[in-house]
Protein backbone atom coordinates (compact mmCIF):
# COMPACT_ATOMS: atom_id res chain seq x y z
CA UNK A 1 0.00 0.00 0.00
CA UNK A 2 2.75 2.34 0.87
CA UNK A 3 3.76 2.37 -3.06
CA UNK A 4 0.48 3.28 -4.25
CA UNK A 5 0.27 6.32 -2.06
CA UNK A 6 3.59 7.22 -2.83
CA UNK A 7 2.78 6.85 -6.45
CA UNK A 8 -0.48 8.84 -5.72
CA UNK A 9 1.52 11.86 -3.72
CA UNK A 10 3.75 12.37 -6.15
CA UNK A 11 1.13 12.53 -9.28
CA UNK A 12 -0.90 14.83 -7.08
CA UNK A 13 2.31 16.92 -6.48
CA UNK A 14 3.27 17.74 -9.83
CA UNK A 15 -0.28 17.51 -11.21
CA UNK A 16 -1.24 21.01 -12.18
CA UNK A 17 2.07 21.75 -14.15
CA UNK A 18 0.55 23.94 -16.77
CA UNK A 19 0.80 21.97 -20.53
CA UNK A 20 2.98 24.60 -22.27
CA UNK A 21 5.91 22.16 -22.88
CA UNK A 22 4.71 18.56 -22.39
CA UNK A 23 0.97 17.01 -22.14
CA UNK A 24 0.95 16.35 -18.54
CA UNK A 25 -1.44 13.71 -18.90
CA UNK A 26 0.17 12.24 -21.93
CA UNK A 27 3.29 11.84 -19.32
CA UNK A 28 1.66 10.34 -16.60
CA UNK A 29 -0.04 8.30 -19.32
CA UNK A 30 3.60 7.11 -19.93
CA UNK A 31 4.34 6.53 -16.78
CA UNK A 32 1.51 4.32 -15.62
CA UNK A 33 2.43 1.91 -18.72
CA UNK A 34 6.00 1.87 -17.41
CA UNK A 35 4.43 1.01 -14.21
CA UNK A 36 2.25 -1.97 -15.21
CA UNK A 37 4.90 -3.05 -17.91
CA UNK A 38 7.99 -3.25 -15.31
CA UNK A 39 6.11 -4.68 -12.93
CA UNK A 40 5.00 -7.47 -15.33
CA UNK A 41 8.60 -8.29 -16.22
CA UNK A 42 9.93 -8.47 -12.47
CA UNK A 43 7.23 -10.82 -12.19
CA UNK A 44 8.90 -13.24 -13.64
CA UNK A 45 11.55 -13.53 -11.50
CA UNK A 46 11.17 -14.80 -8.52
CA UNK A 47 13.94 -12.88 -6.31
CA UNK A 48 12.21 -9.25 -7.36
CA UNK A 49 9.39 -7.62 -5.65
CA UNK A 50 7.11 -6.62 -8.70
CA UNK A 51 5.67 -4.02 -6.67
CA UNK A 52 8.63 -2.14 -5.80
CA UNK A 53 8.85 -1.49 -9.87
CA UNK A 54 5.20 0.18 -9.95
CA UNK A 55 7.18 2.90 -8.15
CA UNK A 56 9.79 2.91 -10.39
CA UNK A 57 7.64 3.64 -13.25
CA UNK A 58 5.98 6.46 -12.32
CA UNK A 59 9.04 7.62 -11.12
CA UNK A 60 11.42 7.31 -14.02
CA UNK A 61 11.19 10.13 -16.15
CA UNK A 62 10.51 12.43 -12.97
CA UNK A 63 13.59 14.66 -14.36
CA UNK A 64 11.73 15.37 -17.38
CA UNK A 65 9.30 17.12 -14.94
CA UNK A 66 11.98 19.46 -13.28
CA UNK A 67 12.91 20.66 -16.85
CA UNK A 68 10.05 21.21 -18.15
CA UNK A 69 9.15 23.11 -14.16
CA UNK A 70 12.44 24.89 -13.73
CA UNK A 71 13.98 25.47 -17.94
CA UNK A 72 10.63 25.70 -19.76
CA UNK A 73 11.28 27.64 -22.94
CA UNK A 74 14.68 25.30 -22.86
CA UNK A 75 12.86 22.71 -22.49
CA UNK A 76 10.36 23.24 -24.97
CA UNK A 77 13.32 24.31 -27.59
CA UNK A 78 14.90 20.58 -26.78
CA UNK A 79 11.49 18.80 -26.92
CA UNK A 80 10.86 20.92 -30.66
CA UNK A 81 14.52 19.99 -31.53
CA UNK A 82 14.90 16.29 -30.82
CA UNK A 83 11.55 15.76 -33.15
CA UNK A 84 13.25 17.61 -36.05
CA UNK A 85 16.09 15.65 -36.25
CA UNK A 86 14.41 12.58 -34.08
CA UNK A 87 17.21 10.93 -31.35
CA UNK A 88 17.07 9.58 -28.02
CA UNK A 89 15.64 12.75 -25.62
CA UNK A 90 18.14 12.14 -22.63
CA UNK A 91 21.41 12.53 -25.81
CA UNK A 92 19.58 15.83 -27.06
CA UNK A 93 19.18 17.37 -22.84
CA UNK A 94 22.96 15.99 -22.74
CA UNK A 95 24.44 17.85 -26.00
CA UNK A 96 22.35 21.01 -24.68
CA UNK A 97 22.14 21.14 -20.88
CA UNK A 98 25.28 19.10 -20.07
CA UNK A 99 23.27 16.45 -18.38
CA UNK A 100 19.62 14.56 -18.72
CA UNK A 101 16.41 13.99 -16.80
CA UNK A 102 17.87 10.73 -15.72
CA UNK A 103 20.61 12.62 -14.09
CA UNK A 104 18.35 15.04 -12.88
CA UNK A 105 15.85 12.14 -11.51
CA UNK A 106 18.16 10.12 -9.59
CA UNK A 107 19.80 13.56 -7.78
CA UNK A 108 15.56 14.49 -6.72
CA UNK A 109 14.98 11.26 -5.43
CA UNK A 110 18.01 10.77 -3.34
CA UNK A 111 17.55 14.39 -1.95
CA UNK A 112 13.94 12.68 -0.89
CA UNK A 113 15.58 10.13 0.79
CA UNK A 114 14.47 7.32 -1.31
CA UNK A 115 15.78 4.21 -1.70
CA UNK A 116 19.27 3.64 -3.53
CA UNK A 117 17.16 1.10 -5.49
CA UNK A 118 14.60 4.30 -7.23
CA UNK A 119 18.00 6.63 -7.30
CA UNK A 120 19.43 4.17 -9.51
CA UNK A 121 16.66 2.58 -11.66
CA UNK A 122 16.13 6.68 -12.33
CA UNK A 123 18.93 7.60 -12.98
CA UNK A 124 20.06 4.66 -15.25
CA UNK A 125 17.36 3.83 -17.15
CA UNK A 126 19.05 4.71 -20.30
CA UNK A 127 21.69 3.23 -20.13
CA UNK A 128 21.16 0.30 -17.54
CA UNK A 129 24.71 -1.31 -18.25
CA UNK A 130 26.34 1.61 -15.61
CA UNK A 131 24.28 0.84 -13.03
CA UNK A 132 26.63 -0.43 -10.05
CA UNK A 133 24.10 -2.02 -7.67
CA UNK A 134 20.99 -2.40 -10.03
CA UNK A 135 21.41 -3.58 -13.50
CA UNK A 136 18.96 -5.91 -13.50
CA UNK A 137 16.14 -3.90 -12.10
CA UNK A 138 17.23 -1.21 -14.28
CA UNK A 139 17.26 -3.02 -17.76
CA UNK A 140 13.71 -3.96 -16.46
CA UNK A 141 13.20 -0.57 -16.38
CA UNK A 142 14.59 0.53 -19.45
CA UNK A 143 12.93 -2.14 -21.89
CA UNK A 144 9.60 -1.12 -19.75
CA UNK A 145 10.13 2.16 -21.45
CA UNK A 146 11.29 1.15 -24.87
CA UNK A 147 7.40 -1.02 -25.00
CA UNK A 148 5.84 1.77 -23.36
CA UNK A 149 6.73 4.00 -26.31
CA UNK A 150 6.68 1.45 -28.89
CA UNK A 151 3.02 0.44 -27.65
CA UNK A 152 1.83 4.34 -28.05
CA UNK A 153 1.07 4.68 -24.29
CA UNK A 154 1.21 8.07 -23.44
CA UNK A 155 4.20 10.42 -24.10
CA UNK A 156 7.06 11.79 -22.02
CA UNK A 157 8.22 13.75 -25.34
CA UNK A 158 10.45 11.07 -26.67
CA UNK A 159 10.82 10.84 -30.21
CA UNK A 160 9.59 8.39 -32.72
CA UNK A 161 13.04 7.29 -33.53
CA UNK A 162 13.49 3.32 -33.46
CA UNK A 163 15.74 2.33 -29.97
CA UNK A 164 18.66 0.51 -30.63
CA UNK A 165 17.74 -2.72 -28.36
CA UNK A 166 20.57 -3.55 -25.82
CA UNK A 167 21.31 -7.37 -26.31
CA UNK A 168 22.86 -7.41 -22.82
CA UNK A 169 20.79 -5.48 -20.67
CA UNK A 170 17.68 -7.54 -22.50
CA UNK A 171 20.10 -10.56 -21.84
CA UNK A 172 20.17 -10.24 -18.02
CA UNK A 173 16.29 -9.68 -17.67
CA UNK A 174 15.97 -13.56 -18.65
CA UNK A 175 12.75 -13.76 -19.46
CA UNK A 176 11.00 -17.65 -19.29
CA UNK A 177 11.18 -19.27 -22.95
CA UNK A 178 7.31 -19.47 -23.02
CA UNK A 179 6.48 -16.01 -22.34
CA UNK A 180 6.07 -14.24 -25.63
CA UNK A 181 6.06 -10.33 -26.36
CA UNK A 182 2.56 -10.32 -28.18
CA UNK A 183 1.10 -12.02 -24.71
CA UNK A 184 2.68 -9.22 -22.62
CA UNK A 185 0.98 -6.18 -24.69
CA UNK A 186 -2.25 -7.66 -24.26
CA UNK A 187 -2.08 -8.00 -20.85
CA UNK A 188 -0.56 -4.21 -20.40
CA UNK A 189 -3.59 -3.14 -22.90
CA UNK A 190 -6.04 -4.88 -20.60
CA UNK A 191 -5.03 -3.16 -17.04
CA UNK A 192 -4.07 0.45 -18.84
CA UNK A 193 -7.28 2.28 -19.15
CA UNK A 194 -8.52 0.78 -15.21
CA UNK A 195 -5.21 2.15 -14.19
CA UNK A 196 -4.98 5.37 -15.64
CA UNK A 197 -8.29 6.06 -15.29
CA UNK A 198 -8.16 5.48 -11.44
CA UNK A 199 -4.82 7.41 -10.84
CA UNK A 200 -5.70 10.44 -13.23
CA UNK A 201 -9.17 10.77 -11.42
CA UNK A 202 -8.08 9.96 -7.70
CA UNK A 203 -5.07 11.94 -7.70
Known amino acids: ?31 IACCLIARELASYNENLEPEKFFVAGMLHDIGQIILC ?22 ITEFHELGFDHTELGG ?6 NLSEFH ?26 DILANTMKLGSSGESTVP ?7 WERIQLPDQIRLSDLKEKIYEAYNETVSLFLQVA
Do not use: C, G, R
Not at 69 to 90: A, R, S, Y
Not at 163 to 169: K, L, N, S, V
Open 1 to 31: MSDLILSTVVLDKFKSIPDSVINMESFWQHS
Open 69 to 90: TKLPELTLKILLDNHTEPKPLH
Open 107 to 112: KLLKKW
Open 119 to 144: VETTAFHHNPNLAPNYSLETSILYFA
Open 163 to 169: PIIDEEA
